[in-house]
T-cell receptor, first 118, second 111 residues
Framework: GAGVSQSPSNKVTEKGKDVELRCDPI?????LYWYRQSLGQGLEFLIY????????KSGLPSDRFSAERTGGSVSTLTIQRTQQEDSAVYLC????????????????FGSGTRLTVV | GQQLNQSPQSMFIQEGEDVSMNCTSS?????WLWYKQDPGEGPVLLIA?????ELTSNGRLTAQFGITRKDSFLNISASIPSDVGIYFC???????????FGKGITLSVRP
């Protein structure tokens, strides 16, 4: 598509339930990133996918968080046994991110999924 | 790790005024980017800078890549109400590195 698409745009869930957040990156973008933005805070890096390489999971806050990227395109971020502190906006971004490239490309962000855990 | 420092956290200006935002680091970056985030949206790229000393304009926005490669600034001239939002600086330290973001500055514009 023309931009990065995220769904749902809003999600309210009960504490303890699992949630799945979806990201459709820009067609042809090999790199995909997930960030978390809590109210009034900056962007917290969660996970990074680059082509067929093993993902960089260094930002995942706990083992309740996981992400997959199928076929090098769509990605799903899963949060198991949600807690109230998981409430935040989850942003996905993609970029050309060509491995070995000498030019760094900026990221294009989706509009995010606002997750509220009650 | 690399950190980008943006301060203050919030800025309040009058419509029509110019405003300057600075971003600094103790590490060298080879690419600097400035993003703006409107309420309820994801950040949108405003300006990208690729060479030390580079000065780039985009309408009322001007940004510069510092000579030391450890800082950048963004100027907004003749501010208007729609300039309200969060402004993030971001940078790459090298090829294939992840983008590092500052914590952002929330800009308010009084009509």
């Amino acid at each position: 598509g023309a931009g990065v698409s995220q769904s749902p745009s809003n999600k309210v869930t009960e504490k303890g339930k699992d949630v799945e957040l979806r990201c459709d990156p820009i067609s042809g973008h090999t790199a995909l990133y997930w960030y978390r933005q809590s109210l009034g805070q900056g962007l917290e890096f969660l996970i990074y996918f680059q082509g067929n390489s093993a993902p960089d999971k260094s930002g995942l806050p706990s083992d309740r968080f996981s992400a997959e990227r199928t076929g090098g395109s769509v990605s799903t971020l899963t949060i198991q046994r949600t807690q109230q502190e998981d409430s935040a906006v989850y942003l996905c971004a993609s970029s050309l991110g060509l491995a070995g490239a000498t030019t760094n490309y900026g990221y294009t962000f989706g509009s995010g999924t606002r997750l509220t855990v009650v | 790790g690399q950190q980008l420092n943006q301060s203050p956290q919030s800025m309040f200006i009058q419509e029509g005024e110019d405003v300057s935002m600075n971003c600094t680091s103790s590490s060298i970056f080879n690419t600097w980017l400035w993003y703006k985030q409107d309420p309820g949206e994801g950040p949108v790229l405003l300006i990208a800078l690729y060479k030390a000393g580079e000065l780039t304009s985009n309408g009322r926005l001007t940004a510069q890549f510092g000579i030391t490669r450890k800082d950048s600034f963004l100027n907004i001239s003749a501010s208007i109400p729609s300039d309200v939002g969060i402004y993030f600086c971001a940078g790459f330290t090298g090829a294939n590195s992840k983008l590092t973001f500052g914590k952002g500055i929330t800009l308010s514009v009084r009509p």
